[in-house]
Every structure is written in C-alpha cells, then in structure tokens.
C-alpha cells in the first residue's frame, strides 16, 4: 500500500448503529486530519492530530469521536449520528502542520 | 474576511483555451501556496505547490505567485475535458487553509 488508505470505502448505517472509519498514512508523516465534505460545499476541517495529540477539534459534535494510536493511524468512531451527518469523509496526512497533505480515497457515508 | 478567497464558478472555458484560477489570503506571513484538483466524489489531489514570488511552470499547468498583493493563481494552458475539476486553494501560515475552490468545465 502506498499514500494514504481509507477504509470502508462506502458505508451506509442507521441512526442506532456504532462503526467505525479507519485511515492509514504509508509516507512517514508527523500529523493527520479529518475533514467532511458535504455535497457541493467546501472541506470542513474536524480534528488534527500532530504526533499523535490532538491539537484541533472544530466544534464538532461528540457523537464524533477521533483516536489516534499511532502516528501512521487514524480512526473516526461514530455513534448515533444523524442523517444530516451524511457526508464524504476525508482523512489526510502530512510532514508536520502547515506542510501540504496528501488525502486518501474517502469513506462515503450514507446514515439513513 | 474570509482567509482564502476563491471565486466559486462555474467557470467555462473551451477546450484548446487557457484556464485561469485565481486565489487571494489574508495572512501576509504565509510562506506555502497549493493548489488541488478535486474531481466530483473524488478526494482532493495535489497538483502544483509554490513558495516564492514569480511563476512555476509544469507542464500544462503555471502557478503564479505575487505575496505583496497577497494573491495566488493557476494557468492551464491547453484545456482538455479531463480538466474539468474543482480546483482547491490552500495557503500555509500557522496551519494549512482552503478555500471554497473553483469550479471548472472544459467545453469540447
């Protein structure tokens, strides 16, 4: 594997259920993030992770909850979300804070 | 003020022509200038990075670079079909910013 991985790819799930994102970054980087992306609007930036600590959570709901093991992973677990919540999940990665970053596939995430 | 500006679109340009992206930030100290290209339901892909004031040619594509009018653009010379893409803006100083990115169609 190389660059960025994200897994699932598509996920549908109901308003009940827990499941879990996963991302994996294959290029050494120091930092990684998560974003959604609603239909036809701009990146929103949800959490940022330098070094493993979190240093960015952007009011999002804590229905929302990142982890982040280990420099070369990243998890987003989800619990009881909504259907507003359906999103494209984007998790990125990069040298260190400010440098550019390298996005994986996404997860598709449809909550019904 | 928004901290990285780009214009939404559509943007409409015919194939053969040249395309222009335009981007404009308000931290003066940013040092890292990116542009992206997102194709719809696809993840954003880095395409030209540019740090210093003048041009940066690769290929088809030209990044321009002016920090005293704190402004950034993307030339694509040649518009082909395939170009047809969201192109992302995004500007370094403490952290890395988007804009809202472009929207832009080739027409054949």
């Known amino acids: 594997e190389t660059g960025v991985t994200q897994t699932p790819r598509h996920l549908v799930m109901g308003m009940t259920n827990k499941k879990s994102l996963k991302c994996e970054q294959h290029?050494?980087?120091?930092?990684m993030y998560w974003y959604k992306q609603s239909a036809k609007k701009p990146l929103e930036l949800m959490f940022v992770y330098s070094l493993e600590e979190r240093v960015e959570n952007n009011s999002v709901p804590s229905r929302f909850s990142p982890e982040c093991p280990n420099s070369s992973h990243l998890f987003l677990h989800l619990h009881t979300l909504q259907p507003e919540d359906s999103a494209l999940y984007l998790c990125?990665?990069?040298?260190?804070?400010?440098?550019?970053?390298?996005f994986g596939p996404g997860t598709r995430l449809t909550v019904l | 003020q928004k901290e990285v500006e780009q214009n939404s679109g559509p943007l409409s340009v015919p194939e053969g022509a040249i395309a222009s992206l335009n981007c404009t930030y308000s931290?003066?100290?940013?040092?890292?200038f990116f542009w992206y290209r997102q194709y719809s339901g696809k993840s954003p892909e880095l395409i030209m990075s540019i740090y210093s004031n003048g041009d940066k040619e690769d290929g088809r594509f030209t990044a321009q670079l002016n920090k005293a009018s704190q402004y950034v653009s993307l030339l694509i010379r040649d518009s082909q079909p395939s170009d047809s893409a969201t192109y992302l803006c995004a500007v370094n100083s403490e952290k890395l910013t988007f804009g809202t990115g472009t929207r832009l169609t080739i027409i054949p």
């Open positions: 931290d003066r100290v940013s040092q890292s």
């Open positions: 990125a990665s990069s040298q260190g804070r400010g440098y550019e970053q390298f």
């Open positions: 290029l050494g980087h120091n930092a």
